[in-house]
């Protein structure tokens, strides 16, 4: 289900908020920073995060309250890029530097189906986002890194891939 590419949420139902719910305690259970629906099973266009756009002394992210975002569209991408370790709670122990664009706008529906708009998102913010829209596309971190890097963890992945089958 990881490299599907997920379908829109036509409706927010009763079972939409709980696939929200799961996604919320999932996250929170791995202390993860975001999890995307495919993640736990499910092929829709939502995930969570709980992460500010600010950082602290030591460039770390900030928590923030876990949100859900439904039917996410990045709207802009920055030219500048950064480069910031990645790891994914669906790959468990890998962890590599992904070059993406350091700011994005970003539009969403919340868990009421309230649209809302963000701009100007940097930092661990912007790259969570973009990290769990990839998910929403069928797209893992790894498919980011060079091959050369790709190459260096074919083993892991390969244990990983077949723990999970």
């Known amino acids: 289900?990881?490299?599907?590419?997920?379908?829109?949420?036509?409706?927010i139902t009763?079972?939409?908020?709980?696939?929200a719910e799961e996604l919320i305690q999932t996250m929170q259970?791995?202390?993860?920073?975001?999890?995307?629906?495919?993640?736990i099973g499910y092929a829709l266009r939502m995930f969570a995060i709980q992460i500010s756009d600010?950082?602290?002394e030591?460039?770390?992210?900030?928590?923030?309250?876990?949100?859900?975002?439904?039917?996410?569209?990045?709207?802009?991408?920055?030219?500048?890029?950064?480069v910031l370790s990645e790891g994914c709670l669906s790959i468990p122990?890998?962890?590599?530097?992904v070059i993406r664009p350091q700011c994005i706008d970003f539009e969403a529906l919340d868990i009421d189906g309230?649209?809302?708009?963000?701009k100007e998102l940097k930092y661990w913010r912007s790259r969570c986002i973009q990290h769990e829209c990839d998910h929403l596309d069928g797209v893992l971190f790894i498919d980011r890194?060079?091959?050369i890097l790709k190459k260096k963890h074919d083993a892991e992945l390969k244990i990983i891939e077949a723990k999970f089958k």
């Open 145 to 147: 890194l060079p091959s």
């Open 54 to 56: 600010e950082i602290d």
């Open 93 to 97: 122990g890998l962890h590599e530097d």
């Open 58 to 82: 030591e460039n770390y992210p900030m928590d923030a309250p876990p949100q859900v975002f439904i039917n996410p569209i990045i709207t802009r991408f920055s030219k500048e890029k950064v």
């Open 14 to 19: 009763p079972e939409i908020r709980r696939i």
């Open 29 to 39: 259970a791995h202390n993860g920073l975001g999890l995307a629906a495919p993640q």
């Open 1 to 11: 289900m990881l490299r599907e590419k997920c379908k829109p949420v036509k409706e």
């Open 114 to 118: 309230n649209p809302f708009i963000q």
